[in-house]
C-alpha cells in the first residue's frame, strides 16, 4: 500500500467550478506539503501545514491529523489552474533525517 | 533572489557517458534535495543534505550514482555510467529548514534522455 493516496488521478472541470482534491496517508507525519507542476514541468510549493487550514488567494488546504487526510480546493477555478497537483508528506525516519514521500499527483484540467 | 538553478536544462547522452547535473541553491538555505521524477514512480528523493553533508542516501538507485556539496552554493549530481533507464527529470530543491517546518524551493529541473 502507498504511503500516499491521491484522488482523483485525474480531474476535468468546467471553468469557475469549486475543486477538491483528496490526499491520505497512511503513517504519522510531521507536516503535509501541496505542490503544483504546470505542464511545462516547473514545481511550485503552495502549502505546507500540519494543522487546521491554510488560504492562498483562490487556494484552500486543510488537514485532519486524526484521520490522516488533507483536502486541496480551488474557488472560482480557471483555465490557469490546469497543472498537476502533488500531495507529499513529510516522515520522521530517524531523529535528525526527515523526507518527504510524495503521491502520484492529480492532474487537473480546467475547460474555457 | 534567482531562486534554485539547475543546469542543464536539457542533457542527452548515449549509453555508458558520464553525465554530471549542477544545482545552485537559494543563498542561506539549509537544506538541498535531488529528487528524480519519472511517470512510472512520480517523485523520488534520491539524496539530501544538510549544511553541505549527506544525511540520507538510501534513495539513490545503486553505485552508479553520486552527489556531492563541496560548499553551501553548489551541488552536483553524477551518473557513470549512464544508462537508458536513467532517463527521467532530475528536480534539485533547497529549503531553509528541513521538511518538517519550511517549504521547499524547486529547480527547473534537467530533463535527461539517455539512448
Known amino acids: 500500500k502507498n504511503e500516499v493516496e491521491q484522488s482523483p488521478q485525474n480531474l476535468t472541470a468546467q471553468e469557475g467550478e469549486f475543486i477538491t482534491i483528496n490526499c491520505s496517508y497512511s503513517?504519522?507525519?510531521?507536516?503535509l506539503h501541496w505542490l503544483q507542476q504546470h505542464p511545462g514541468g516547473g514545481i511550485v510549493s503552495l502549502f505546507m501545514?500540519?494543522?487546521g487550514k491554510k488560504k492562498h488567494g483562490r487556494l484552500i488546504a486543510t488537514i485532519n491529523i486524526q484521520e490522516k487526510h488533507s483536502s486541496l480546493h480551488i474557488t472560482a477555478s480557471h483555465p490557469r489552474d490546469s497543472a498537476v497537483y502533488i500531495c507529499a508528506v513529510g516522515l520522521r525516519v530517524r531523529f535528525g533525517n526527515e523526507k518527504l514521500t510524495f503521491g502520484t499527483g492529480t492532474r487537473l484540467t480546467i475547460i474555457p | 533572489d534567482a531562486g534554485v538553478i539547475q543546469s542543464p536544462r536539457h542533457e542527452v547522452t548515449e549509453m555508458g557517458q558520464e553525465v554530471t547535473l549542477r544545482c545552485k541553491p537559494i543563498s542561506g538555505h539549509d537544506y538541498l534535495f535531488w529528487y528524480r521524477q519519472t511517470m512510472m514512480r512520480g517523485l523520488e528523493l534520491l539524496i539530501y543534505?544538510?549544511?553541505?553533508?549527506?544525511?540520507?542516501d538510501s534513495g539513490m538507485p545503486e553505485d552508479r550514482f553520486s552527489a556531492k556539496m563541496p560548499n553551501a552554493s553548489f551541488s552536483t549530481l553524477k551518473i557513470q555510467p549512464s544508462e537508458p533507464r536513467d532517463s527521467a527529470v532530475y528536480f534539485c530543491a533547497s529549503s531553509s529548514h528541513s521538511s518538517y517546518n519550511s517549504p521547499l524551493h524547486f529547480g527547473n529541473g534537467t530533463r535527461l534522455t539517455v539512448t
Open positions: 543534505f544538510n549544511n553541505n553533508v549527506p544525511i540520507d
Open positions: 501545514l500540519s494543522s
Open positions: 503513517v504519522g507525519i510531521s507536516a
